[in-house]
């Protein structure tokens, strides 16, 4: 099975808050990401959570780690239409070059 | 900076037929990849480089070959291309390994092999 497992489909309204959840299956993960593809485009860092922090904030956004449940999320807060995008959680782990990327969340914002 | 660059856009190849994807990036960064998406597959490593002259493969490497003779460039290259290679491919580069990966995405490659 995959790596890192996401849910394909995300919509919500304009305004509202945006929960895109990740799951992972490596402990020796040691950075975690977050990655935003728009229409046509590659993918650009959006975020990311060293593995020994519970949160990160960053303007509208927020990243919560559970080690323990090897649970990551995203949280937009006041999503905008031009949110609107396919967002991968990846990981980095010890010992390996690339990153592992998960199948991504398209995030539809309804107007 | 015009950061990671790819070429082409879009192709279409016939069944057997073999092209080079082209990937530069002039952030001097060491290392470089190559991703193939895949509609609700994710990302998949095809190939990775550390630095000029140093190649190793990735998560799905068959049926594909890639140098690497400068920091900048970064070429994939199908021989026998096959229907089951068609996706979009991704370059990307980052700085150094360490434990911190940020890496920097080419705007990708279509590809249909018909």
């Known amino acids: 099975g995959e790596d890192v497992e996401q849910s394909l489909f995300l919509s919500v309204r304009e305004g509202d808050s945006s929960v895109i959840n990740c799951t992972y299956t490596d402990s020796s993960s040691t950075y975690l990401y977050w990655y935003k593809q728009e229409p046509g485009a590659g993918l650009q860092l959006l975020t990311y959570?060293?593995?020994?922090?519970d949160m990160k904030q960053d303007q509208r956004l927020t990243v919560l780690l559970n080690k323990k449940d090897k649970h990551l999320s995203l949280r937009i807060a006041d999503t905008q239409t031009g949110d609107s995008a396919i967002y991968f959680c990846a990981e980095s782990k010890t010992g390996a070059n690339n990153l592992f990327f998960g199948t991504g969340t398209r995030l539809t914002v309804i107007p | 900076n015009a950061g990671v660059t790819q070429t082409p856009k879009f192709r279409i190849l016939k069944i057997g037929q073999s092209m080079t994807l082209q990937c530069t990036q002039d952030m001097n960064h060491n290392y470089m990849y190559w991703y193939r998406q895949d509609p609700g597959m994710g990302l998949k490593l095809i190939y990775y480089s550390v630095g000029a002259g140093i190649t190793d493969k990735g998560e799905v490497p068959n049926g594909y070959n890639v140098s690497r003779s400068t920091t900048e460039d970064f070429p994939l290259r199908l021989e026998l291309a096959a229907p089951s290679q068609t996706s979009v491919y991704f370059c990307?580069?980052?700085?150094?390994?360490?434990?911190?990966?940020?890496?920097?995405f080419g705007p990708g490659t279509r590809l249909t092999v018909l």
């Open positions: 959570i060293f593995s020994n922090m």
């Open positions: 990307a580069s980052s700085s150094e390994r360490g434990y911190f990966n940020e890496q920097f």
